[in-house]
């Protein structure tokens, strides 16, 4: 699984609290990034949700 931020983030960080093992906040860019490259396997469901509950459809995964 792949993931990436796209330039609907709002910053509004609900995926870093969710899983702030993958999201960060980037202060620079007001918007949310990812930390790794490749989500590990335990992380997949909590990603998911994320971007489910993304109000801005900002997360993309790509299985």
């Known amino acids: 699984m792949k993931v990436t931020i ?4 709002m910053g ?8 702030p093992e993958i999201f ?12 790794l490259d490749e989500i ?5 469901d909590i990603v998911r949700q994320a ?5 801005a459809e900002a997360i993309i995964i790509e299985e």
């Open 6 to 9: 796209s330039k609907m983030c």
């Open 40 to 44: 590990p396997e335990n992380l997949k």
């Open 24 to 35: 960060e906040y980037d202060e620079d860019q007001l918007k949310s990034t990812i930390k």
């Open 51 to 55: 971007a489910f509950e993304c109000g």
């Open 12 to 19: 509004d960080r609900n995926c870093n609290d969710l899983c």
